[in-house]
């Protein structure tokens, strides 16, 4: 399945541009299941998978059949000896299938452009696993 910007359901991939100097592990999903248990996998999965693993943010909104659900977490990267964050929504209207949306940032150490993003590509398959 097709999905905006290029994406293959399922894959992660990297996206960059002119418009956009820093290049980020991107997924997005389809997914189909209870949407509280989708949510509660994924924050367990994280939490449980890093000692350094964080919830820095969370909202949750349920108006008129649609549901939308935002974590940013964080963890530590000892492979770039930096921390890095990932942001995941839920996203679910009137009861049709989940739509799932990843990003992760932070994970370079350098000034202008990207390098070293083996912590972030690392932290998204972490998610890919829980799918």
């Known amino acids: 399945m097709k ?5 293959q359901n399922g894959r992660i991939y990297r996206r960059g541009g002119e418009k956009r100097r820093r290049s980020m592990a991107e997924i997005n999903r389809i997914l189909s299941g209870d949407f509280d248990e989708i949510l509660d ?3 367990s999965g994280i939490m449980s998978g890093s000692v350094s693993a ?3 943010g969370s909202n949750d909104w349920d108006e ?3 549901r939308c659900s935002v974590r940013v977490f964080e963890r530590f990267s000892f492979i770039g000896g930096n921390r890095l ?23 370079s150490q ?4 990207k390098i070293n993003t083996f912590g972030e590509e690392a932290f998204m ?5 829980l799918l």
């Open 110 to 113: 350098a000034l202008f452009f």
């Open 125 to 129: 398959g972490a998610l890919e696993e």
């Open 54 to 56: 964080t919830c820095e």
């Open 64 to 66: 008129d059949g649609a």
């Open 85 to 107: 964050s990932m942001t995941v929504v839920l996203f679910q209207a009137r009861g049709g299938p989940v739509r799932l949306t990843a990003v992760t940032a932070g994970g």
């Open 41 to 43: 996998r994924i924050e």
């Open 3 to 7: 999905l905006p910007g290029g994406a």
